[in-house]
């Protein structure tokens, strides 16, 4: 009995270790919220892959309204502002510069598609998670 007890404290524990070691979804399921990648084609600057972060805009601001750090690889330092409605996203201002767009939320809220112009560049963008 001993023995089996062993083997199968070994088994959980074996199996707990895989699952902590596996990506994870890190967002929110029924929002824009969270860590995104992006696969950018610029007309000035061709293909692009890099990193954005999209949280609640602060309490000055309605529900709809979102902020994304690191728009168009520009740094975690600049503040693009974007409102949702329905599943539309669209840009309504870029610290530091001027931008203009919009896009398209999947229902599921795993990829953003949408084309935008910033600083004479016009960009195709996909934005996914897992």
């Known amino acids: 009995m001993n023995k089996y007890y062993k083997l199968i404290t070994l088994l959980v524990i074996l199996l707990s270790l895989l699952t902590i070691s596996c990506d994870k979804y890190t967002g929110d399921t029924s929002s824009i919220s969270g860590s995104w990648r992006c696969r950018a084609e610029s007309s000035l600057n061709g293909f ?11 309490s000055n601001f309605d529900s709809t309204y979102f902020v994304i750090y690191n728009f168009h690889n520009q ?15 669209t840009i309504t201002n870029i610290g530091g510069g001027f931008a203009s767009g919009k896009g398209t939320v999947s229902k599921d809220f795993k990829s953003i598609e ?12 996909y934005y996914y998670r897992k």
Request: glycine share 6%; proline share 0%; net charge negative.
């Open 75 to 89: 740094g975690y330092d600049i503040e693009t502002y974007i409102q949702l409605i329905d599943n539309v996203i």
């Open 114 to 125: 949408w084309d935008y112009s910033i600083s004479n560049d016009f960009v195709t963008a």
């Open 48 to 58: 692009t892959q890099y990193t954005v972060t999209i949280d609640k805009a602060g």
